[in-house]
């Protein structure tokens, strides 16, 4: 806990002290300097090599100390991300740590219905829908590329993706381009239907290196690309301990630590100032069924590296609790919870890919409004409370006195629906009441609910028109292409 100088009481997590701090900036410096980092670009090796102080063998490059502390001092510490119509959504970044901020996701293969718990195939309506139910969500703040359309062609599936959401959402994007030849067909389509994207920045493409130590070709791409456009980036490694990365904590965090900060460099190197957002997804793999697994572990990795890249005053992204539940069930929401609160105590600045299930293959809207929910009393719990003279109102006790009650006190009046509010889905209910009405399931009255806002989605204003003018423009790549 912690009492502000306005006499707020907040609550936090601390994990690491600034000694341990050092000492994985010095494992993750070593592994860069000792073991290096396979790089497959060419051009990428060359910029490296350009500054004098990286050095190259066998496609490895070997950074030295100086060059990661020169990349550490010229990152941006904090950048803005707008909305679609060039009003401030956020800020993040090193300090703007008082407030996480989720976005649902990511790059789904299928989807599983609401009401019925079918899961099907991830077409263009559902992004359509998705997309606006996440808009409409209020405790979520991007929309991260929700699924990958199966009923266009692969080729075209990251055009129709992002035009899906940019056309349904005002909120900022985060975009992953699977095709590696696509991202910049994807900047094309975004000027062609908002003009400038780099004045305001409202899209955040996301990219990551292949875990243990690899900078891969179409990550390299993606990144340049990025940068020449002006955007900010999302540069994030994904890691299952005991496969990927060793089964320590130690071990997987000095690990993913070093791949970050050659992420870190090549960005700085590409041009100097570049905003960047570093992050892990830390997993534990599970031997027995081949997938990955959230564990208690594993979130502390991620507390981890959000407290590393507070460190460097770097932006971060984490974790989002999207884990092997079979839909919004018990199975799902330990993780969800522990995800969420964790990553509102804790220092993590972006938890953008909330939704999945079955191992993040499959969206689902009630797992997101579910989430939603989550998100909103880990907020109102990680925001504390006034600890004051006013507060304590010693006037209003001294008046109401041995046996009185509060029910109709000042204090009462003037907060109780701020702090007790009437649950949406879950309305508060006695047992007599319960039994009379059938003993109804909580899984029902979520399905119900999300199926009730679902059936409320309002059509944006100029979605005809940009729909219109976005499949113009795809149609015009595919012709080009044949």
């Not at 009405?437 to 029902?444: F, L, T, V, Y």
């Given at each position: 806990?912690?009492?502000?100088?306005?006499?707020?009481?907040?609550?936090?997590?601390?994990?690491?002290?600034?000694?341990?701090?050092?000492?994985?900036?010095?494992?993750?410096?070593?592994?860069?300097?000792?073991?290096?980092?396979?790089v497959d670009?060419?051009?990428?090796?060359?910029?490296?090599?350009?500054?004098?102080?990286?050095?190259?063998?066998?496609?490895?490059?070997?950074?030295?100390?100086?060059?990661?502390?020169?990349?550490?001092?010229?990152?941006?510490?904090?950048?803005?991300?707008?909305?679609?119509?060039?009003?401030?959504?956020?800020?993040?970044?090193?300090?703007?740590?008082?407030?996480?901020?989720f976005?649902?996701?990511?790059?789904?293969?299928?989807?599983?219905?609401?009401?019925?718990?079918?899961?099907?195939?991830?077409?263009?309506?559902?992004?359509?829908?998705?997309?606006?139910?996440?808009?409409?969500?209020?405790?979520?703040?991007?929309?991260?590329?929700?699924g990958?359309?199966?009923?266009?062609?692969?080729?075209?599936?990251?055009?129709?993706?992002?035009?899906?959401?940019?056309?349904?959402?005002?909120?900022p994007?985060?975009i992953?381009?699977?095709?590696?030849?696509?991202?910049?067909?994807?900047?094309?389509?975004?000027?062609?239907?908002?003009?400038?994207?780099?004045g305001?920045?409202?899209?955040l493409?996301?990219?990551?290196?292949?875990?243990?130590?690899?900078?891969?070709?179409?990550?390299?791409?993606?990144?340049?690309?990025?940068?020449q456009?002006?955007?900010?980036?999302?540069?994030?490694?994904?890691?299952?301990?005991?496969?990927?990365?060793?089964?320590?904590?130690?071990?997987?965090?000095?690990?993913?630590?070093?791949?970050?900060?050659?992420?870190?460099?090549?960005?700085?190197?590409?041009?100097?100032?570049?905003?960047?957002?570093?992050?892990?997804?830390?997993?534990?793999?599970?031997?027995?069924?081949?997938?990955?697994t959230?564990?208690?572990?594993?979130?502390?990795m991620?507390?981890?590296?959000?407290?590393?890249?507070?460190?460097?005053?770097?932006?971060?992204?984490?974790?989002?609790?999207?884990?092997?539940?079979?839909?919004?069930?018990?199975?799902?929401?330990?993780?969800?919870?522990?995800n969420?609160?964790?990553?509102?105590?804790?220092?993590?600045?972006?938890?953008?890919?909330?939704?999945?299930?079955?191992?993040?293959?499959?969206?689902?809207?009630?797992s997101?409004?579910?989430?939603?929910?989550?998100?909103k009393?880990?907020?109102?719990?990680?925001?504390?409370?006034?600890?004051?003279?006013?507060?304590?109102?010693?006037?209003?006790?001294?008046?109401?006195?041995?046996?009185?009650?509060?029910?109709?006190?000042?204090?009462?009046?003037?907060?109780?629906?701020?702090?007790?509010?009437?649950?949406?889905?879950?309305?508060?209910?006695?047992?007599?009441?319960?039994?009379?009405?059938?003993?109804?399931?909580?899984?029902?009255?979520?399905?119900?609910?999300?199926?009730?806002?679902?059936?409320?989605?309002?059509?944006?204003?100029?979605?005809?028109?940009?729909?219109?003018?976005g499949?113009?423009?795809?149609?015009?790549?595919a012709?080009?292409?044949?």
């Amino acid at each position: 806990m912690t009492i502000t100088g306005s006499g707020k009481v907040i609550p936090h997590l601390d994990l690491l002290t600034d000694e341990q701090k050092s000492e994985i900036h010095e494992y993750s410096t070593k592994i860069l300097f000792s073991t290096g980092i396979r790089v497959d670009s060419s051009e990428a090796r060359k910029i490296f090599r350009k500054t004098g102080t990286a050095t190259e063998k066998n496609n490895r490059i070997f950074l030295s100390r100086e060059l990661i502390d020169w990349a550490i001092k010229t990152a941006p510490s904090d950048f803005t991300l707008y909305n679609r119509s060039g009003k401030v959504a956020f800020d993040i970044g090193a300090n703007h740590l008082d407030k996480t901020r989720f976005g649902i996701g990511v790059t789904n293969t299928h989807y599983q219905e609401p009401g019925t718990g079918k899961v099907i195939k991830f077409l263009r309506k559902h992004m359509e829908v998705s997309t606006r139910l996440g808009d409409a969500l209020p405790n979520f703040d991007v929309i991260s590329t929700i699924g990958i359309p199966s009923d266009v062609s692969s080729k075209l599936s990251d055009l129709y993706g992002v035009l899906d959401m940019y056309a349904n959402t005002e909120k900022p994007l985060i975009i992953l381009i699977l095709k590696d030849n696509t991202i910049s067909k994807v900047f094309d389509l975004l000027e062609h239907l908002h003009g400038n994207i780099s004045g305001k920045p409202f899209v955040l493409p996301y990219i990551n290196p292949v875990t243990p130590l690899i900078l891969n070709y179409s990550t390299v791409e993606k990144m340049i690309a990025t940068v020449q456009r002006g955007l900010p980036v999302i540069f994030s490694n994904y890691s299952m301990y005991g496969a990927t990365t060793p089964y320590s904590s130690a071990g997987t965090i000095a690990l993913l630590n070093a791949e970050l900060l050659a992420g870190l460099v090549l960005s700085q190197l590409i041009k100097e100032g570049t905003p960047i957002v570093t992050g892990s997804l830390p997993a534990g793999f599970d031997m027995s069924t081949m997938i990955s697994t959230y564990t208690p572990q594993s979130f502390l990795m991620n507390l981890a590296c959000a407290e590393m890249m507070e460190y460097y005053r770097i932006p971060h992204c984490g974790t989002s609790g999207s884990a092997n539940g079979w839909g919004p069930d018990l199975h799902a929401s330990s993780a969800l919870w522990m995800n969420h609160l964790t990553s509102c105590l804790g220092k993590v600045g972006l938890a953008p890919f909330v939704g999945s299930n079955f191992d993040s293959l499959v969206f689902s809207p009630t797992s997101a409004v579910y989430a939603d929910r989550i998100i909103k009393l880990a907020k109102n719990l990680a925001g504390g409370f006034l600890m004051d003279e006013k507060s304590a109102v010693l006037d209003e006790i001294n008046s109401v006195g041995p046996g009185g009650d509060f029910l109709i006190s000042e204090s009462t009046i003037k907060n109780y629906r701020k702090e007790i509010e009437s649950n949406p889905v879950w309305p508060g209910t006695t047992l007599e009441k319960w039994m009379n009405e059938g003993n109804p399931k909580a899984i029902d009255l979520l399905e119900k609910h999300t199926l009730n806002l679902i059936d409320n989605l309002v059509k944006p204003a100029n979605y005809d028109e940009l729909i219109s003018k976005g499949e113009e423009f795809i149609k015009n790549v595919a012709s080009q292409s044949k």
